[in-house]
């Protein structure tokens, strides 16, 4: 561990530029980084990007390439391209063991099924994947069908959490938004303005989809 600890130190003295290269191969740009305990801090220019020093295998300067536009997403190597974002999500619940439903209705809040969108605070794609949570799940958040798979799987993870919990959809679509670790510490939905529009919302447009499969009865 010290060995580690000093190889990122190191780095973080660096001047240029330089790439997080995670477990799975993928490359995250960043200015600079540093280190406070097991977290990692990426410095970007779209803001600042944590994760678990665990998921970043090594560092590698950029004095050697030329300057380029950080956070380029590398090509999207699709097997079926003509697949719909709408069909992917469809397709990744399904594999999740999840309703269609609900995981669409995270997509459309996170993204609107945009595939090639970026948060400020560096969370990507159509799942709105935070780089590090992606990691964790072994997928390139850059591929759509690997962060449909990947955003559907982190789903069920915390509805699984939350599964004896008579609030499990609302805590779970809560955490997707602010995290586990703000959901357990209020025992529910954060007081914040954006956690709470962001579930009223993914709630209303879930209800709203179960409604559609439900046969009219007189």
Known sequence: MRI???????????????YAVLGNGFRIHADSH???????????????????????????????????????????????????PQELITRAAI???????????????????????????????????????AAELNANPYDPDQNAQAGA???RELLLKYENDPHQVSKAVAAYNA??????KYNGIPPYRETIDYVSRVLREYEKEQKKKSPVTD
Not at 120 to 132: D, E, I, Y
């Open 4 to 18: 580690v600890l000093s190889i990122l130190f190191a780095t973080l003295t660096a001047s240029a530029g330089e």
């Open 34 to 84: 540093e280190t406070e305990g097991a977290v990692v801090r990426l410095q970007t220019n779209q803001g600042v990007i944590e994760m678990q020093a665990t998921a970043i295998a090594r560092f590698e300067s950029e004095d050697y390439a030329p300057p380029a536009a950080p956070e380029t997403p590398p090509a999207v190597s699709s097997a079926s391209p003509a697949v719909s």
């Open 95 to 133: 594999q999740a063991g999840l309703p269609p439903e609900i995981v669409h209705s995270i997509a459309r809040a996170e993204s609107g099924y945009r595939i090639d969108a970026v948060s400020s605070k560096g969370a990507v794609g159509l799942m709105q994947l935070m780089p590090g949570t």
């Open 153 to 155: 799987q982190y789903l």
């Open 179 to 184: 995290g586990p670790a703000a959901v357990d």
